[in-house]
Nanobody
Framework: EVQLVESGGGLVQPGGSLRLSCAAS????????MSWVRQAPGREREGVSC????????YYTDSVKGRFTISRDNAKKSLYLQMNSLKPVDTAMYYC???????????????????WGQGTQVTVSS
């Protein structure tokens, strides 16, 4: 059974930090492109960041560049997102997702992702 289980979300004040984790099982994690995708209420899902199989290449959406860092540990089958300098606009449900295809120069489009987690809520508010 394929599982992606996110954790680490919560309520944080503006300027604060959170570290999201995603534990994977049931598929070839080390051969998968991994991404974080978020969805705020009333808005479309937005790709936040992605990382290639080895972890050597990463991409970020412009609004999080310099604040968020994606990483992975293939031995632990885990994906991470370190989020610093959080802003209220970062409030959303955050999902991890797996895709079999790497796109040069950008994260894969969402239709390429075949596995999704259930999400973890991040709320940035004072």
């Amino acid at each position: 059974e394929v599982q992606l289980v996110e954790s680490g979300g919560g309520l944080v004040q503006p300027g604060g930090s959170l570290r999201l984790s995603c534990a994977a099982s049931g598929f070839a994690f080390s051969l998968s492109v991994m991404s974080w995708v978020r969805q705020a209420p009333g808005r479309e899902r937005e790709g936040v960041s992605c990382i290639n199989w080895s972890g050597g290449t990463t991409y970020y959406t412009d609004s999080v560049k310099g604040r968020f860092t994606i990483s992975r540990d293939n031995a632990k089958k885990s994906l991470y997102l370190q989020m610093n300098s959080l802003k209220p606009v970062d409030t959303a449900m955050y999902y991890c997702a797996a895709a079999p295809i790497w796109y040069s120069g950008a994260c894969p489009p969402q239709y390429e992702y075949n596995y999704w987690g259930q999400g973890t809520q991040v709320t940035v508010s004072s």
